[in-house]
Nanobody, 119 residues
Framework: QVQLAESGGGSVQAGGSLRLSCVTSISIFRLYCLAWFRQAPGKEREMVARISRDYEKTYEESVQGRFTISRDNAEKTFYLQMDDLKSEDAATYYC?????????????WGRGTQVTVSS
């Protein structure tokens, strides 16, 4: 059974940084599209960033230039470096994976890690 586990969430002041990690048990990790989503209370879940199997990166407009997604195929792990955090970034962050090309749906999901940003 495929498992994804996030870590790295926490509480930070506005302007600070956090690095989220998602460790997976995916066997052919290098062939997967990987993404980070977030959901704040009372809001819909939104995709924050994704990275394709070819390392093509896509970001949600509000995090462009502040967040960086990366992947380590050897470790079957991917990351979300979050800099210059703002109060509106506070949410539960989820990692997700989809075999093959990036699409709107994802097969596998982590359980989430909480990010709190204080002003």
């Amino acid at each position: 059974q495929v498992q994804l586990a996030e870590s790295g969430g926490g509480s930070v002041q506005a302007g600070g940084s956090l690095r989220l990690s998602c460790v997976t048990s995916i066997s052919i990790f290098r062939l997967y599209c990987l993404a980070w989503f977030r959901q704040a209370p009372g809001k819909e879940r939104e995709m924050v960033a994704r990275i394709s199997r070819d390392y093509e990166k896509t970001y949600e407009e509000s995090v462009q230039g502040r967040f960086t997604i990366s992947r380590d195929n050897a470790e079957k792990t991917f990351y979300l470096q979050m800099d210059d955090l703002k109060s509106e970034d506070a949410a539960t962050y989820y990692c997700a994976a989809q075999a093959g090309r990036c699409d709107v749906t994802y097969q596998y999901w982590g359980r989430g890690t909480q990010v709190t940003v204080s002003s």
